[in-house]
Structures are given as structure tokens and as C-alpha cells.
């Protein structure tokens, strides 16, 4: 990476966002020998039709006034008239928008996604791959694959995206730094395993163990504390950068998302979608160079490229325990506590966003051509939602689910520290215990774009497995608890867009709404009976194991449940409840039949229009502060994302958007339906109206 040189004091810098005069040219430093100003900005291909020469806020061919340009560099009248494809995008992030400017976000995905299309970085890590074989020598080199995606290292950049590490050249590698820091670690675990006797709850006694663990690998890593020979490490471990990929110009570079949902705010999750574009290696092969020092041996050099290897497998860089950083060589495997093969239907899970035509980000109308926007004033954006396996959406509702139930038994600060064991968290900062990820993918059918299309569907195998902080007395504890929570989750909603309502059939679009996410399994722990009854014992078994299961973990720390008794997780209002298993929540199976959805589903939806219908008549009348209430009632029922005001106690407040409190997930014979908050209307209404209705839980 480049930086700027900080200014003397006294001495004036430009803003690293400031926007340059028109007539700049795009450029940072000379080119090597010539004194000429080096381009370093990627091919921007102009668009037909009304998207040439207009991006900078002049008028476009319909005469519509575009919004004030926020990023000089996605205005092809100010680029540069040769431009090398190479250009890296560390070169040009200065070039960034303004950060007060209310289309940054669709700005910075049209950034990304452009650096990501014109990378060709081929020519560059062909030679970085031949000098890696030159110093190492082949014998000495071997190749990792990422099955997924991996960000190894990395910084925030201006407008806070996050990037993965970049050589000073702007190229994406792993620095050799982090393959020593994994090598090295990989063998002081090894070290501390020896001693299985310690008491990982005692902080100062692991940090301890690991200090005399560091000095025990000095033979092989080198430590300034041991004997003259061992001072220096016995192998020089090289950057290693991406195989070159006709199908990869870039290396592997991709978009990506992170998305926090649920966060906790004062002792009660927080539901707040933020969601972030940043650039993630996609599916990259590595060459892994290793060069041995005169003073090491064969059987050392081999022991540190063994402890590497094991390393890689357990996976680098960041969020290892959601699917990322896990690379491969030839041979190694993931041996997971527990797998279920499964198939997923309906919205499926999207990953980052796309623009159809990266130069006309915004929509238009197609009559007029006018420019649209929604209710805040902004343009609407055009964009498209891609479609993505994540491991991380899998071990997002495991983690959601956890909560919810935990929330039903213990106090909420335990189970904030208990959800940082099991899954991590960053306050407090936790690695967690369980890592998620998923094998075999296998696409069947994408999602549907036009009206004769089924829905999406995806089949794949759910793999479970211990992260490298557990200890082996904990194994068996943890899985137990993963099973029932694992076997709930499969049968209480789907996973990914529209997870909380069973897959379903529109008139407009999304054409597929819901999601069913079924295990494809035929063993008796899998099968749902056939009869209510017997599913309704089925059921509760399961919640019976996840608590009794839940009792055995928290014996670790000399702690308990309430359960088989139950608490009041927080008051519940018309408006106000928390998605938890407790007091105030209710579980019922469903097996009346309905023509065209299923019977719970369309009994949701049937009261959600009314309140629609009331509400319209309401405004009809000029009873405009009815009208409000009339649509918060109904946002209380099925969710929704318009901003409204409530009134909690003595005080109105202003409420974003909430997920739906009510679950439905459907089967052949009949559905299950959670209900979060159900002593309160119109939530109420709803389990009174649902006929028939066989009541899991509370468990009686």
C-alpha cells in the first residue's frame, strides 16, 4: 500500500476525499524511466444510449438532471485517454467520493464492481508465481485452494471498505509474515496440548502456558530469549500470491457483503441491517514458497511445512469460523462433529449487490425516462441481488436461534456471553467455539425472473466443526447442544431471503416468496412423523434436549437454568417484544389446508390486509393519526421496513424496520408457527384465529 507522507506542522495536505479540478489528470507518482505521469486508473467503457459523457451532473439525453457526480473517477469525460489494464485498486481508492454525499452507497458499489470487472493482474502474478519457484525452488513449493472466499490481513480504506492485503503494487497475496504467524501458532497449539491438564478459564495461567509453549518451537521458529543457534528461524517463508487464472484476471478479487443484523444494545438484541460491500478473494489458488537456511535439516523443514499445512487447514485471515480463509492442499480434509445434508428452496441467500449497467445505476421510468425516487427523496437504485451459498447466513440463524431460546431460561447478559462463546463476537472479543461451513454445493435451479420460472433451489451439505479454542473435555458438551439447535432450526423456519415464511407462489415479484430449508436425510433423528400429535412430542424432545443440553454447558462455569421453568425475557406491548422463546411466546402445529398457501400463512395474511383495508379508510376520512396507527399495528404483525412512530409508556419514539415476530414454516401435513410476543394484539388475535391448533410450547 501507498500511503500519504503526513505534513509538517504548519504545512497544509489535500483531503484524501477531496475531489480534483476537471481538467487533472488521474495520476500518483511517474512511471519508471520516461518522467511521465503513470496512469493508474482502470478502463471505464463508456454506456450508450443517455449514460455518455453526462455522469458529472449535466443533462442527460432525456433532458433529466443526474445527481451531482460523487466520484471523479466514474466520470469517463475526466479519464484518462490511455488507461492500463493492470491499474490496481489500492492505486485510485484516493479518488473516493465526498463521505457526506447521500449516494455514497450506490457510489461505492459501482467502484467496486468496476475494479473488479477491469482487474487483470495475469502478467503481473505470473511473474511473482515464477519468482516464488526461483527462490524456493518447485521441490519446496505447493499450492492451497480456497473452496470459498478468504481475506487474509487488510485495513479500512476511505469510506471504510474493507480490503484485504495488498502488496505495495496494489496486488492481492498473503504476506509471508502471515504464513510464519500461522506455522508458528499451528505448533505452539501443539505444544499446549501436551499439557491437556490446563484450566483454559484461568486467563494468566493460558497466557502463561502459551509463553513457555513460544519458547519450546525456538527450535524451528527462532525466539530472541533462546540459545545462540536458535536466536533465527530455520526457514524463510515467501509472499505467496494467487496461481494466474484465465477465468480469475484478478487473482480471485471479488465483491463481497458483510450484513450485521442483530446486535446487542443494552442487554436486548437489536435488530439493525447494515449492510457493507468490500472486497473478499474468491475461490483463489495460492503457490505456497518455502526456502530452507543452511543450518536447517530436512526433518525440521519438514515438521514446519506439516505445522503450515495444518494451519491453512484450520484457516487464516478473518472470520475463519463463518466459511472463510479455509485453504486446502491436496489430501487434507475437514473432519466436521456433525453434518446434514440439505436442500433449499424459495428466495435463496443473496450475497453482495450488482448493477445491471454499472454506468446507469439508478432507475428510470419507462415511459417518460424521468428519473424515480422513493419516499426520502433519493433515487431508487437499479440493482440486482446476487445469489450466493453462504456459510455465514447457516451460522447466522444457528447463532439467532441460540438466542432465542436461551433468552427463554437465562438472563440476558448470559446469554450475550454464552452466544460470544459458541459463535465469537468482536465486544467482547471472542474467536467462538463453532465453525460453520458448507460442502458439496450444487445449484439446481436459480431464482425466478419471469413468470413461468419455479423457484430457486439449492442443494448442499451443512458441516459443523470445532474451532481451534476447543478444548477436548468440551467437545461432546458443544456437539449435543449443536444437534437439537441444529435440528430446531431446520424445522422452525428457512435460511437466507424471507426466512421466516415457507415458500410460496406471488403474482409479482419476488414470483417465489419464503424459504424451506428441508434435510436431506432419511434416518429416524430427521423424519417428522406424519400424525400432529406425534410431531408435537417430536418437537418438544427436541426443546427438552437443547435445555437439558444448555444445563450441561453452563455446569462449565458453576451456572444453571431456570428451565424446565421459564422467565419474562422483557414487557411486551402492542408494539414491543423481543424474538425469545419465553413466557410470552408461543409454538403451535397447524393442519388445517388452505387452496393456494399454506392455511397459517394465509390466515397471516388475510389480517395483515385488513388492517391495510382499515387503514385506507381511516385516511380516506381525513383521521390521519388513526391512519398511523392503523399501519404500525400492522408493521406489529407482519413486520416492515417504512420508518413509523409508536408509542412506548409515556413517550413516542420512532421506529425503523423489524423482521416479523411470527415464523411459519410449512410441511406436507401441516405447518409450525412461531409467535414472538403473543400475549399482546394484533399478535394475539392471530393464535386465537388459527383453528385447530396444537400448542408445542409452552411444554406442558
Not at 451532473?57 to 493492470?86: F, R, V
Not at 496486488?171 to 509471508?176: D, G, K, L, T, V
Request: aromatic share 10%; charged share 25%; hydrophobic share 35%.
Amino acid at each position: 500500500m501507498v500511503f500519504e507522507r503526513p505534513s509538517r506542522p504548519g504545512q497544509s495536505r489535500p483531503s484524501p476525499t477531496a475531489r480534483p479540478n476537471s481538467n487533472e489528470r488521474f495520476t500518483q507518482g511517474t512511471a519508471a524511466g520516461t518522467g511521465k505521469p503513470k496512469k493508474v486508473i482502470p478502463d471505464i467503457k463508456r454506456g450508450g444510449g443517455n449514460n455518455g459523457g453526462n455522469h458529472g451532473g449535466g443533462n442527460g439525453g432525456n433532458g433529466n438532471n443526474l445527481p451531482p457526480e460523487t466520484s471523479p473517477w466514474l466520470n469517463p469525460a475526466q479519464a484518462p485517454e490511455e488507461i492500463h489494464a493492470s491499474a490496481s485498486f489500492v492505486e485510485y481508492l484516493r479518488w473516493m467520493r465526498s463521505p457526506d454525499s447521500k449516494y455514497k452507497d450506490p457510489t461505492k458499489i459501482q467502484i467496486l464492481q468496476m475494479a473488479e470487472k477491469n482487474a487483470d493482474y495475469r502478467d503481473r502474478l505470473i511473474q511473482l508465481n515464477q519468482r516464488t519457484q526461483l527462490i524456493a525452488d518447485e521441490s519446496n513449493c505447493f499450492e492451497v485452494t480456497c473452496p470459498w472466499r478468504i481475506r487474509v490481513g487488510g485495513h479500512r480504506e476511505p469510506e471504510s471498505i474493507l480490503l484485504p492485503a495488498f502488496d505495495a503494487l496494489g496486488m492481492p497475496y498473503i504476506p509471508s509474515s502471515t504464513l510464519r504467524g500461522v506455522a508458528r501458532t499451528q505448533a505452539i497449539r501443539e505444544k499446549l496440548k501436551l499439557g491437556s491438564n490446563l484450566d483454559y478459564a484461568n486467563r494468566e495461567a493460558v497466557k502463561a502456558a502459551w509463553k513457555d509453549a513460544d519458547r519450546l518451537v525456538a527450535e524451528w521458529f527462532g525466539h530472541l530469549d533462546a540459545k545462540d543457534k536458535d536466536h533465527t528461524g530455520k526457514v524463510i517463508f515467501l509472499d505467496a500470491y494467487p496461481i494466474a487464472d484465465v477465468k480469475r484476471k484478478g487473482g480471485g478479487l471479488a465483491m463481497d457483503m458483510a450484513n450485521k443484523i442483530w446486535s446487542w444494545k443494552s442487554d436486548a438484541p437489536e435488530y439493525k441491517p447494515n449492510p457493507n460491500p468490500y472486497f473478499s478473494l474468491e475461490q483463489s489458488t495460492f503457490l505456497i514458497g518455502l526456502r530452507r537456511l543452511p543450518t536447517c535439516s530436512q526433518e525440521q523443514f519438514d515438521q514446519i511445512k506439516q505445522w503450515l499445512i495444518a494451519g491453512l487447514k484450520a484457516g487464516i485471515g478473518s472470520q475463519v469460523n463463518s466459511g472463510y480463509g479455509n485453504l486446502l492442499s491436496e489430501g487434507i480434509s475437514e473432519v466436521p462433529f456433525f453434518q446434514v445434508d440439505f436442500i433449499l428452496q424459495g428466495q435463496l441467500i443473496h450475497g453482495r449487490q450488482s448493477f445491471d449497467n454499472v454506468h446507469e445505476p439508478y432507475e428510470r421510468d419507462r415511459t417518460t425516462g424521468e428519473l424515480r425516487y422513493d419516499n426520502e427523496g433519493r433515487l431508487k437504485v437499479k440493482a440486482t441481488s446476487i445469489t450466493e451459498m453462504r456459510p455465514i447466513a447457516f451460522k447466522s440463524m444457528l447463532r439467532y436461534w441460540f438466542r432465542a431460546f436461551a433468552l427463554g431460561v437465562i438472563q440476558p447478559e448470559d446469554v450475550k456471553y454464552w452466544e460470544a462463546k459458541l459463535f465469537g463476537a468482536i465486544d467482547p472479543q471472542t474467536h467462538g467455539w463453532v465453525r460453520v461451513t458448507l460442502s458439496k454445493i450444487e445449484k439446481i435451479r436459480d431464482e425466478a425472473r419471469r413468470k413461468e420460472d419455479d423457484y430457486g433451489e439449492y442443494k448442499g451439505t451443512l458441516n459443523l466443526s470445532y474451532s481451534s479454542e476447543v478444548q477436548v473435555e468440551h467437545r461432546e458438551k458443544i456437539s449435543d447442544l449443536l444437534k437439537h439447535l441444529t435440528w430446531l432450526m431446520f424445522h422452525l423456519g428457512g435460511v437466507g431471503q424471507g426466512a421466516r415464511r415457507p415458500c410460496y407462489e406471488r403474482s409479482n415479484k419476488p414470483l417465489w416468496r419464503g424459504s424451506d430449508l428441508e434435510p436431506d436425510r432419511s434416518d429416524s433423528f430427521w423424519q417428522l412423523p406424519e400424525s400432529v400429535q406425534k410431531a408435537k412430542v417430536k418437537f418438544q424432545e427436541q426443546l427438552r434436549g437443547f435445555y437439558t443440553s444448555l444445563n450441561v454447558l453452563l455446569d462449565m462455569e458453576n451456572k444453571i437454568s431456570t428451565f424446565p421453568n421459564f422467565i419474562n425475557t422483557a414487557q411486551v406491548t402492542q408494539h414491543t417484544w423481543v424474538d425469545a422463546v419465553d413466557t410470552t411466546c408461543r409454538i403451535l402445529i397447524v393442519s388445517e389446508a388452505d387452496e393456494t398457501k399454506p392455511y397459517a400463512l394465509h390466515i397471516l395474511h388475510q389480517q395483515f390486509h385488513q388492517l391495510e383495508k382499515e387503514a385506507e379508510q381511516l385516511k380516506s376520512q381525513n383521521k390521519f393519526r388513526e391512519f398511523k396507527q392503523k399501519l404500525s399495528e400492522a408493521k406489529s404483525l407482519c413486520g416492515g421496513a417504512k420508518k413509523d412512530r409508536i408509542r412506548v409508556g409515556l413517550q413516542e419514539i420512532d421506529r425503523g424496520a423489524i423482521p416479523s415476530p411470527i415464523w411459519i414454516a410449512a410441511f406436507d401435513s401441516y405447518q409450525v408457527v412461531t409467535i414472538f410476543g403473543s400475549t399482546q394484539n394484533p399478535r394475539k388475535k392471530y393464535v386465537e384465529s388459527l383453528q385447530g391448533s396444537v400448542k408445542v410450547f409452552p411444554l406442558t
